[in-house]
């Protein structure tokens, strides 16, 4: 197989996948670990909040592409889960500190 370089990539990434920060130097110093935190929250919140209304949608026939309302179901779930892992991890972090200073 033969893939272009100009290919955009990004456009197949999940909602839950775009904004999420790279780590890269483009990142603004301003920004920070609270503040990413938060974001991340808001975006799991927002994709929550899509698929209900999609499932609403469904329920009173205003949408019939239940192909799209499963999508967005997934992207949530799998939004949630990341937020979720994140979370444990931190707390695991958090509670290796704590040890270390005991």
Known sequence: MNFSTDMNINAAEPAYLRNLPTG???????????????DMVKQVNTLQKDADASIHGLATGATTNVHDVTIKMAEAGVAFDLMM???NKLLEAYQQIIKMQA
């Open 85 to 87: 892992q994140v979370r």
């Open 24 to 38: 890269k130097a483009e990142q603004s110093a301003d920004t920070g670990f609270q503040d990413m935190l938060s």
